[in-house]
């Protein structure tokens, strides 16, 4: 009934995707394992803090010391956690099976509690669905429930701190969550307020563009090229290493802020540019679905309100702009004034963007 997570590792456990999946034995019994820097868990600490200066703590407990912080953990977990049936919380078992094991003695980075979870319990008798919610300082949860009367796992990609949506218990049908809306709001939150990037890149083509209809050209031209390497590459058509992709992508808008301040009107090409540089952040996008991790049973949904999302977020980014600055664009001084520093800014801070990914 074990189930193994595969996670990326850092220098510190700080995870932006937590797994967790819930299995259920068909006997009444269940089993939810989850990812946690049990160690940091145990001392009280950030999990961004650095895992070496944890475990050497860890390490300098006494026996008795070692088990008193376990239960610190486990009384942290039973309030961050919470697993219910029908609205009342299960009362479940904490254990760290990493502890004493290779996965956690000999680990890459490093632990002395390991970096997993487990609850166990019983289902309550007459139980008919369930839902789990972990506290924000989780990050983005990406649940999986197997029970032996579906046909395969539920998947939830939940925001930190949201609820699921209620598991139907012993059902061939179950509740399903409403993908198309949760991927388009991730999609959106990608743009604002997490894409720092893909909105530096609509400002710079904000900035040049006087007139409203060659905005409308090229934000088009971005949309359909972004639209079209993220649906390749989610399809496993197109592959890229991230880090070529992500420093192309810096170097993109590195040059619409460069172009910006080298000319002071719109050229015809530029369409077809931008176009070329929505295939780069198309690829970009479809990292950030990679990682969220697409449900294989509802993978258009999720991909066409993810899209959506970031198509929506671009408009708002344009629409701020138009709301700061857009009345003074025919303005003798507002070149100089704002778009030439503002084009600058982004290009300064593009290329400190292309030198970082590029070294890795």
Known sequence: ???????????????????????????????????????????????????????????????????????R????LRQWVRLEFDGTPAEAAIEFPHRGTPAATTAEI???????????????EGARELTF????????????????EAAGPEEYTLRPGEQSPPFALGQQEQVRQGVFGQYLLLGFEHILPKGLDHILFVLGLFLLSVELKPLLWQVTAFT???????????????????????????????YVGIENVLT?????????????????????????????????????????????GVELGQVTVLALAFLAVGRFR?????????????????????LYWAWERALG
Not at 228 to 245: K, Q, Y
């Open 1 to 71: 009934m074990g189930v193994w997570l595969t996670l990326g590792w850092a220098r510190a456990h700080d995870f932006q995707i937590t797994s967790v999946a819930a299995v259920f034995d068909g006997r009444g019994g269940y089993q939810l394992d989850m990812a946690a820097d049990v160690d940091a868990l145990a001392l009280g600490l950030d999990p961004a803090t650095d895992s070496a200066v944890v475990a050497a703590r860890m390490e300098a407990l006494t026996p008795a010391q070692l088990d008193e912080a376990a239960d």
């Open 73 to 76: 953990a486990r009384a942290t």
């Open 110 to 124: 490093p632990t002395v509690l390991g970096t997993l979870v487990r609850f166990r319990g019983r289902t309550p």
């Open 133 to 148: 919610r972990a506290d924000p300082a989780f990050k983005v949860v990406d649940l999986k429930i197997f029970h032996p």
């Open 224 to 254: 359909v090229a972004h639209s079209v390497t993220l649906a390749l590459s989610m399809l496993d058509v197109v592959s890229l290493p991230s880090r070529p992709v992500e420093t192309l992508i810096a170097v993109s808008i590195a």
């Open 264 to 308: 002071s009107r719109l050229h015809a090409w530029r369409t077809a540019l931008v176009f070329v540089f929505g295939l780069l952040h198309g690829l970009g996008f479809a990292g950030v679905l990679h990682e969220l991790g697409a449900p294989t049973d509802r993978f258009f949904p999720a991909l066409i309100g993810f899209n959506l």
């Open 330 to 350: 025919r303005e003798r001084w507002y070149r100089k004034a704002v778009v030439v520093p503002a084009s600058l800014g982004i290009a300064a801070v593009a």
